[in-house]
């Protein structure tokens, strides 16, 4: 009986350091699986505001170009019909189609300045991603 009890408290041990690996693997799993659930909706909720703000700034913008078309075209055709009995509607014409030119190759250059410029686009995810990997690598 003596011998019996002995083996159970060295058997224990083992069985015991086995299962508390197990559990600490659980924990850290589920830490891990947390932390990536926090980041995803994260994500998400970025995701959301961004669209949102896309959907009114793509209304407001289309509001605008309108009304600045609309704005623009009878300009034009005030400056067109100011000239048209004298001998310098021609010119007038010229004038107006000139402008538009310049004002569409400033139009391309802005255009093509902001395509180069860098999205911020789920920077705080980014930027919460690089310090839990920073802090597992310190950790290590």
């Not at 699986?33 to 913008?61: D, F, H, N, P």
């Not at 309108?66 to 034009?76: E, I, K, N, Q, R």
């Not at 009995?85 to 189609?97: H, N, S, W, Y």
Request: net charge neutral.
């Amino acid at each position: 009986m003596y011998v019996q009890e002995e083996e159970r408290t060295t058997a224990s041990p083992g069985r015991d350091s086995s299962a508390g690996i197990v559990d600490a693997a659980k924990r850290f799993a589920g830490s891990v699986l947390g932390q990536v659930q926090t980041r995803l909706e994260l994500l998400s909720v970025e995701w959301a505001e961004e669209k949102s703000r896309l959907s009114a700034l793509g209304i407001a913008l289309g509001l605008a170009l309108f009304f600045a078309w609309m704005a623009v075209a009878f300009a034009s055709f005030l400056v067109v019909a100011w000239f048209w009995d004298t001998e310098q509607r021609i010119t007038a014409i010229v004038g107006v189609l000139l402008f538009y030119l310049v004002a569409a190759l400033a139009a391309a250059l802005v255009a093509r300045s902001k395509m180069k410029l860098k999205s911020s686009l789920f920077a705080t995810s980014a930027a919460e991603l690089r310090k839990d990997k920073e802090l597992l690598e310190s950790s290590t």
